[in-house]
Nanobody, 119 residues
């Protein structure tokens, strides 16, 4: 099993920055891909960014390209989401998730951290 715990959310003014962290514990070696998702009130959960743990290749939703950066620490047990130039429409609960190799879906999810961007 893998446990994922997000932190770093909060309230920030538009144009500001936040850095989210996703700390993984347990059998972290089974995770190939770590992703960040978000869900705003009344909306479906959407993909934000992902990071491949073997290639280090990042992937971003068009809505956050150029503003958000996903990265990990050297031990690959913590994944970060640096969010710059935040907009009110970035307000959501942000979740991190882990996907095992050959899995069609993300296997593990954190409980989420709230990000609120005021205008």
């Amino acid at each position: 099993q893998v446990q994922l715990v997000e932190s770093g959310g909060g309230l920030v003014q538009a144009g500001g920055s936040l850095r989210l962290s996703c700390a993984a514990s347990g059998r972290t070696s089974t995770i190939l891909l770590v992703g960040w998702f978000r869900q705003a009130p009344g909306k479906e959960r959407e993909f934000v960014a992902s990071l491949s743990r073997d290639t280090g290749r990042p992937n971003y939703a068009d809505s956050v390209k150029g503003r958000f950066t996903i990265s990990s620490d050297n031990a690959k047990t913590t994944v970060y989401l640096q969010m710059n130039s935040l907009k009110p429409e970035d307000t959501a609960v942000y979740f991190c998730a882990g996907k095992m190799p050959f899995s069609a879906r993300y296997n593990y999810w954190g409980h989420g951290t709230q990000v609120t961007v005021s205008s």
